[in-house]
């Protein structure tokens, strides 16, 4: 039976497969770079590993080494990952600012303009760029600093998409292009890029399309390179309503974005919307999750808003898609008598058996939640087994050596008939020290195995109930009470006898204690207990 649905399924879509054969290879290289997606990502990993590693082994290495090689690393994340760039670009400046150094601090900034915009945060992007004092920078961070400013105005233009500002923001870039253009070579890819880019927001189309096309037939780009000038050429042939080549092109980048293990997404997004278009639906859906993923893990947040905002638009078609085509196998099935009923049974079966794996996914995945708690649970349970049967071992040993000491003491006393000898011995005997000596003891243990737990605790309070300890002071006796609970020790009475206080000393200083708390009485035990264990 499942042959014969096949069977039916690729007759009704036999067509449409023969339309777009022209770009199944395409296809199928995309299908096989995101299968190897993990391997580009770990090369780059490798690469960054291998930098960390190297400034790690550096024995005491000068500023301006580790400035370069914080630069080599920020280069890596710019465009992998948002938080580690952002993170270099901070050790850029401050690196600058402790060599004194005002060129490398604008550089800084620069970095740190990139991927402000990148993340499509246009105010921090000019507040950043705006701090740049270009006359400190060399013709190539020159270069990077127009550029990058050029492409700020644009996105916004593109961004705002306000017939007013757009004109304004449109002639800000191509001022500040005209600046960079005037330091590059004339046959240089970025020459090129940024005169055909230029070209395209003042309507000289043909102009750039010759240069995009120029860069993409006769120039020997990187992946990169190759994913911006195809993807800009690309939203040229969207505009002209020439689908097909710019799907094409926006293969080929999704396919170079892959492979230099860029996160931005613009490619594959345009991609997916441009596959919905035109009715692919299923790939799609596939390409937007594909960006979707890409956008989380850089952290680009107009990236993740711009995603979000087809992806349920998308999901939502691939549903419709979905019941259209099992309208038309009703159809199809309904005009084949015999082979209708076996298709209906065989439908009904298949339903049943989701429902149930559905059902059973549901129980699954909750049972796994539950045992996940529960192995939690009995890790820390563990740990604190382990902490406290060595404790107890050790301090019993202690005792016993000490029984062993006392008992030889008064035998040896008794054969020497010096019984006053033995009262003093008894005398000296001094049960407040011993029982200090316990609760250090046990204040040790516990905050080993919860060493943040006097932090904890204190959250749950204002700054003015905080729990204040004296010098070489573990734990007070606010402190052990609940500690005592957060061991497993809810008996009132145990706890009591454990800490040589009554009951109803107990009883006072934990509702005390819960009165002064941040959140409520019924709460309280269990924020306790909700403190982690190492």
Known sequence: MKRLLLLILSILYFQSAFCSGGQDSLFTKLGNTLDRKKNYDAEKLYRINALQQDLNNATNPDLNLRYKTYLALYEEYKSFNYDKAFNYAQKLQQTGYLLKDQAKIAVSRIKFGFIYLSSGMFKETFDSLKMVNVKLLDDQTKKEYYFLTARTYYDLSDYDKDQFYTTIYNKRAGKYIDSGAALCKPNSFEYIYYNG????????????????????????????????????????????????????????????????????TAAMTNLAQLLEKNGDIERAYIYIKQALEDATYYGARQR???????????????????????????????????????????????????????????????????????????????????????????????????????????????????????????????????????????????????????????????????????????????????????????????IAHILEYSVNTIYNYKARIKAKSLISNDEFEDAIMAIKAV
């Open 304 to 494: 993740k808003i711009q995603v979000n905002a087809i992806l349920p638009v998308i999901a939502s078609e691939r549903i419709n898609s979905v019941e259209g085509q099992r309208r038309v196998l009703f159809f199809y099935a309904s005009s084949l008598t015999v082979l209708a009923i076996i298709i209906i049974v065989f439908a009904v079966i298949i339903y049943k058996q989701l429902q149930k794996i559905r059902i059973a996914d549901k129980i699954i995945l909750e049972s796994n939640h539950n045992l996940q708690d529960s192995i939690n649970k009995l890790n820390e349970a563990n740990v604190i087994k382990e902490e406290y049967i060595g404790y107890y071992f050790n301090l019993i040993s202690e005792y016993i050596n000490k029984l062993d000491k006392f008992k030889r003491s008064v035998d040896n006393k008794l054969t020497t008939r010096r019984f006053d000898d033995i009262r003093i011995l008894v005398n000296n005997i001094n049960l407040t020290k011993e029982r200090e000596e316990l609760f250090i003891n046990f204040d040790k243990a516990f905050l080993k195995i919860f060493p943040n737990f006097v932090a904890s605790y204190n959250a749950l309070f204002a700054d003015e109930n905080h729990v204040k300890l004296l010098p070489n002071q573990l734990l007070n006796t606010d402190l052990r009470i609940f500690a005592l609970i957060r061991l497993g020790i809810n008996d009132t009475e145990k």
């Open 197 to 264: 880019l230029k070209c395209i927001k003042t309507d000289n189309i043909p102009m750039a399309v010759n240069d995009l096309k120029t860069l993409i037939s006769h120039y020997h780009l990187t992946d990169h390179q190759y994913a911006v000038t195809a993807s800009t050429l690309s939203d040229i042939y969207i505009r002209q309503s020439k689908p097909d080549s710019a799907i094409s092109l926006l293969i080929n980048a999704a396919i170079d974005d892959i492979q230099s293990s860029t996160k931005e």
